[in-house]
Each structure stands twice: as C-alpha cells, then as structure tokens.
C-alpha cells in the first residue's frame, strides 16, 4: 500500500466535494473514514505488489534480547 504517491494525479481542491454536492470538511471527514475503516494491508498483498512499486518497510522491534551465557 505504500506505493510511490508522487506519480498519483491530484484531483483539483474541491473537485471530489463539488461532485458529491458537499463541502470540503464533510468529503475530508468521509475520506478519512474510509481510509481508516480499510484493514491494514498484510504481508501478503505486499508481495502482490509489482517489482516497480516502492515500499517503506520498517517492522517493530520484537523486543528480545540477548541472554547472558555464563562459562
């Protein structure tokens, strides 16, 4: 999902709005609920993913650590 958002098009500011007949906070609010109602992509659909497409891949610490091995 992290694909490359520079070559995305950027429709006018306020196209989407006038098209839907609303204003620019009401399609900013349904925009960001839809956004956070989609479910986070998994590691799957990362790998479906074309070879061109860019990816920011930074997992989370796992938290372990090393043990101590006494001689």
């Known amino acids: 999902m992290a694909a490359d ?3 995305v098009p950027v429709p006018r500011r306020g196209e989407r709005a006038e098209r839907n007949h609303r204003s620019l906070e009401a399609e900013a609010r349904i ?14 659909d990362y790998l ?7 990816i920011d891949f ?7 650590r090393q043990r101590e091995i006494e001689f």
């Not at 925009?31 to 992509?41: G, S």
């Open 31 to 44: 925009i960001l609920e839809d956004a956070a109602a989609r479910p986070e992509p998994t590691m799957l």
């Open 58 to 64: 930074e997992p989370e610490r796992l938290g372990i």
């Open 48 to 54: 479906a993913m074309p070879e061109t497409a860019h």
């Open 5 to 7: 958002l520079d070559r």
